[in-house]
């Protein structure tokens, strides 16, 4: 009887939770995160479109973490681009203004997981390292789709960013932070709708909304048609979860549209993985450090 009285107040308070939150998400009250204000200038100054390489210099200047990141990353094998780079203007050259956008956010992403109590920074770490072995494999992957392997990468990082809020709502209810079950069905429950707001408030692209929108709909894809951003955080979360207990784990990946829309044949898919490892290793190692 005790038991059942405790899993009943446990699935109550998930409830009375999960209703708080799409209220305060419905009548845009609930706190949201926000992108640092050096992320929106770069954007701003990329849209402007007539921004020069020593203009974009002068805004990541602001943030010397930032530029040594930005500077790692142009140098990488993420990026291929040979010859080292030293300045952050011949990175910013190697990268390209448009893909330095999507760059500078990724290289930010991780500032957004930091726990503000010891009772969420577990969980908050382990959806970072879930979100960034996902953006490591979308951006090894996304040539080979024919996508754009940067959007790719911010693809994978933001896809659960929904949980952040969730997480950040549990710390008034210590009986939620105290069941990680009940957290876990929490996030499950609203990390989609929560993170499709964010990514609306902070203005961005439709096909980065769709894969936070869309990426737990794994066997609704439509068949055929060119694959998306969406297909690629769809292949790249089955990837990881091929090998654990999770729902999604130990599956036929030939049930999943995703495969036949990117080009990739489920069965020759793990082999191909594999030669991308260490260009995976050394996107997460980027975005880990």
């Not at 308070?13 to 204000?37: D, I, S």
């Not at 429950?189 to 499709?196: D, F, M, Q, R, Y």
Request: charged fraction near 25%; proline fraction near 4%; include cysteine.
């Amino acid at each position: 009887m005790k038991t059942q009285l405790k899993q009943s107040t446990a699935n109550d308070l998930e409830q009375h939770v999960y209703q708080e939150v799409m209220h305060e998400l419905a009548a845009g009250k609930l706190v949201l995160p926000t992108l640092p204000e050096v992320a929106l200038k770069v954007r701003d100054a990329i849209e402007e479109e007539n921004v020069s390489t020593p203009g974009l210099a002068k805004i990541l200047s602001s943030d010397p973490a930032l530029c040594a990141r930005v500077i790692k990353i142009a140098n990488s094998a993420a990026v291929g681009g040979g010859k080292r780079v030293d300045t952050l203007e011949q990175a910013i050259v190697r990268l390209g203004s448009r893909a330095l956008r999507n760059t500078v956010t990724s290289a930010i992403m991780q500032q957004m997981f930091q726990a503000t109590t010891d009772a969420t920074d577990h969980k908050l770490r382990e959806i970072w390292s879930h979100s960034s072995t996902v953006a490591a494999i979308c951006h090894s992957l996304a040539p080979m789709a024919r996508l754009t392997p940067d959007t790719a990468m911010l693809a994978g990082l933001v896809h659960d960013i929904g949980a952040l809020p969730v997480l950040k709502k549990a710390e008034d209810y210590p009986e939620l932070t105290a069941s990680m079950d009940v957290l876990e069905s929490l996030i499950s429950k609203l990390h989609v709708a929560v993170g499709t707001a964010i990514l609306r408030a902070w203005d961005f692209p439709p096909e980065l909304i769709d894969v936070v929108a869309e990426h737990e709909k794994l066997k609704t894809r439509p068949v055929g048609g060119r694959g998306d951003y969406v297909d690629l955080v769809i292949v790249a979360n089955l990837q990881i979860h091929q090998d654990d207990d999770h729902q999604q784990g130990a599956v036929d990946w030939s049930q999943y549209p995703s495969f036949e829309r990117l080009g990739f044949a489920p069965e020759t898919y793990a082999v191909e993985l594999e030669n991308e490892s260490e260009k995976i290793e050394a996107t997460r190692t980027i975005l880990d450090s």
